[in-house]
């Protein structure tokens, strides 16, 4: 009887795909990436500072109580959408105003939230703040570079915050227990 | 007839690419089961809060996490349901992040210390008073680069 072959099944286009694949895969995985708001905490001390005795023209005083409503310069029922806007203003008011900060060197924003407070009220509220600062910073790189703030070179960013510098502090929260 | 044909064909065996397809099946495999998105199962419930000011998180081997949330179902029984703060795999309270910080740092080159940062990973209806703790305690620990993860909100 004569030796029948079996033909040898062609298994080379089998590996490309494979790779298709792998290719696929590889493309299609997106390592999600987290991202947030980027804060530096105040360095801890183990004595509670002196009360600083700011010029209170300087100081926006932003409220946050247990009942999430915010209260801006003891004003109640500040409502958030406006805070960006106030603290711009607030910021760049450069004396104008003398209700408002000498200039943005001096300004400072104190926050305060409450034990009770949501996380997500204060969030938005911070936020809010941050986009204040980020808004004065990409003006001023427009203004004086014509270019947006995140494309700038660090020496430049440095010295728009240096004029503009972020002083956000947040007061201990009130605690009723 | 000669003995010795010499019209027989001469070529060269056909290399066998038979197994070039396990070979990369192996791959695929490998990658598939290597790509691991989180390292820690989250235990609590986290609906981070939305907001616009994000900025991406770099560096993923300079990130820790921590969690902070009401248990999710399965470990209410065991847990309740106040918020808990999660730190790796295990429920922790506000006295633990000191140690956890260290042994954050333990894993990190001395000199990019400051580079690190820490993700707080919560949920939105927790009160700020647990936070509020967590963040003493890590600045304490002089941890403070911190990232409060959100979701970008679209206007």
Excluded at chain 2, 23 to 47: E, H, N, Q, S, Y
């Amino acid at each position: 009887m004569a030796e029948r072959q079996i033909p040898e099944i062609n298994a080379g286009s089998m590996a490309d795909i494979a790779f298709l694949l792998l290719v696929f895969f590889l493309v299609t995985t997106t390592i999600q990436t987290d991202s947030g708001l980027q804060v530096t905490l105040p360095q801890w001390v183990d004595e509670p500072p002196e009360p600083q005795d700011k010029n209170s023209r300087n100081v926006l005083e932003v409220v946050i109580n247990g009942a999430n409503q915010l209260a801006v310069e003891g004003e109640p029922g500040f409502p958030v959408e406006s805070l960006k806007e106030k603290a711009i203003r607030f910021i760049t008011n450069n004396g104008s105003d003398p209700t408002m900060s000498d200039n943005p060197k001096a300004a400072v924003i104190s926050l305060q939230n409450d034990d009770g407070t949501d996380y997500s009220t204060y969030l938005g509220v911070y936020n809010e703040l941050q986009a204040a600062y980020n808004a004065i910073w990409e003006s001023e790189a427009q203004r004086r570079f014509g270019r947006p703030y995140q494309t700038l070179e660090k020496e430049d960013r440095m010295a728009i915050r240096e004029d503009y510098p972020k002083f956000l502090s947040e007061a201990e929260p009130t605690r009723f227990d | 007839m000669s003995k010795f044909k010499k019209n027989k064909k001469k070529d060269a065996p056909g290399i066998t690419t038979a197994s070039l397809p396990d070979i990369v099946f192996m791959l695929l495999c490998f990658f598939m089961v290597v790509t691991k998105m989180r390292d820690a199962d989250v235990k609590v419930r986290v609906r981070i809060p939305q907001a616009t000011e994000l900025q991406k998180l770099e560096k993923k081997s300079m990130v820790s996490h921590i969690f902070i949330g009401p248990p999710s179902p399965v470990y209410q029984a065991q847990f309740g349901s106040a918020p808990k703060i999660q730190l790796n795999d295990a429920f922790a309270t506000p006295d633990d992040i000191m140690q956890f910080v260290n042994v954050e740092r333990s894993a990190i080159n001395p000199e990019r210390h400051n580079e690190m940062t820490c993700a707080m990973k919560i949920d939105g209806e927790v009160k700020m008073g647990l936070i509020t703790d967590v963040k003493t305690e890590l600045r304490r620990a002089n941890f403070r680069r911190v990232s409060y993860l959100a979701n970008k909100r679209s206007n």
